[in-house]
T-cell receptor
Framework: DGGITQSPKYLFRKEGQNVTLSCEQN?????MYWYRQDPGQGLRLIYY???????QKGDIAEGYSVSREKKESFPLTVTSAQKNPTAFYLC??????????FGDGTRLSIL | DAKTTQPPSMDCAEGRAANLPCNHS???????VYWYRQIHSQGPQYIIH???NNETNEMASLIITEDRKSSTLILPHATLRDTAVYYC??????????????FGAGTQVVVTP
């Protein structure tokens, strides 16, 4: 089935450590997105990419980095500069005006 | 993009219709109304969208007022699996800039037996 796969489902980070969240899609969508969700809150955009080798900062990009070397992959790195990384991270993809498709998320916690 | 206002929560009895309101009084003429839902610890799931006509699919119906300033999502026969947070979003379609999407806090719907 076509869809978006996020891994791992749960991730733990030690102080000062960088961690990378994986997002893969087989929908052949040009655009991909990363959101952060805190408890009881809506989604906030971290980064998005509308084409391979290009990406733009969202509303809360500080402390995060991304790459888009392949159309189907858009990994997110949570760096040690992100002081409050504990959250639910969601990846999405889209094409044209069609509704976005979302993955099932990665829950990141601090050890 | 226009902002939306939704009630924070609502309850619904299993088997009954759930009517979820959304206010979008500043909507522009080329903005669509989209509905998503998010079951706990999962990613949001697309439900339905519309411009000005009422829409229906296998999941729900969308009723948009004539002035387009508000809409209602109708789940015709709510089940326990419909318990989720429901998001109403207005968005210009036909563009690829979903990066501007704004998910607010939504409406927490609890379906009870």
């Amino acid at each position: 089935d076509g869809g978006i796969t996020q891994s791992p489902k749960y991730l733990f980070r030690k102080e000062g450590q960088n961690v990378t969240l994986s997002c893969e899609q087989n929908l052949n969508h040009d655009a991909m997105y990363w959101y952060r969700q805190d408890p009881g809150q809506g989604l906030r955009l971290i980064y998005y990419s509308q084409i391979v080798n290009d990406f733009q900062k969202g509303d809360i990009a500080e402390g995060y980095s991304v790459s888009r070397e392949k159309k189907e992959s858009f990994p997110l790195t949570v760096t040690s500069a992100q002081k409050n990384p504990t959250a639910f991270y969601l990846c999405a993809s889209g094409q044209g005006g069609q509704p976005q498709h979302f993955g099932d998320g990665t829950r990141l916690s601090i050890l | 993009d226009a902002k939306t206002t939704q009630p924070p929560s609502m309850d619904c009895a299993e088997g009954r219709a759930a009517n979820l309101p959304c206010n979008h009084s500043t909507i522009s003429g080329n903005e669509y109304v989209y509905w998503y839902r998010q079951i706990h610890s999962q990613g949001p799931q697309y439900i339905i969208h519309g411009l000005k006509n009422n829409e229906t699919n296998e999941m729900a119906s969308l009723i948009i007022t004539e002035d387009r300033k508000s809409s209602t999502l109708i789940l015709p026969h709510a089940t326990l699996r419909d318990t989720a947070v429901y998001y109403c979003i207005v968005r210009v379609a036909g563009t690829d800039s979903w990066g501007k999407l704004q998910f607010g806090a939504g409406t927490q719907v609890v379906v009870t037996p």
